[in-house]
Nanobody, 127 residues
Framework: QVQLEESGGGSVEVGGSLRLSCLASGYGFDDALCMGWFRQAPGKEREGVASIDSNGAPSYEASVKGRATISRDNTRNTLYLEMHNLKTEDTAIHYC????????????????????WGQGTQVTVSS
């Protein structure tokens, strides 16, 4: 299966910005599949953050609406998540995901858990 490796996490103050990257290798960056970002905070369930379909159309969960931009660069086999105006509530391990089910290139709503997953990158927002 595809290998997904996240990077770009770190510590930032409230109101700051981060750009996460996800490099796909092995089976490659299949642009016919939905890709997205999830996050999991301590003591909470994993939740979707944003997704992008095979045509590059993004969708965002309410928690980050207006504060995040998801994009994909198929020539680099890379998925990105740009976040700004970060809040302490954004503190979580962020996971890159690629759908196992094609969905015709679309992204399901709500986001599903039947994905290939990266190992995660920690985002810590402090006040």
């Amino acid at each position: 299966q595809v290998q997904l490796e996240e990077s770009g996490g770190g510590s930032v103050e409230v109101g700051g910005s981060l750009r996460l990257s996800c490099l796909a290798s092995g089976y490659g960056f299949d642009d016919a599949l939905c890709m997205g970002w999830f996050r999991q905070a301590p003591g909470k369930e994993r939740e979707g953050v944003a997704s992008i379909d095979s045509n590059g159309a993004p969708s965002y969960e309410a928690s980050v609406k207006g504060r995040a931009t998801i994009s994909r660069d198929n020539t680099r086999n890379t998925l990105y998540l740009e976040m700004h105006n970060l809040k302490t509530e954004d503190t979580a391990i962020h996971y890159c995901a690629r759908a196992r089910v094609p969905y015709g290139g679309a992204c399901p709503r709500p986001l599903k858990d039947d994905n290939d997953w990266g190992q995660g990158t920690q985002v810590t927002v402090s006040s």
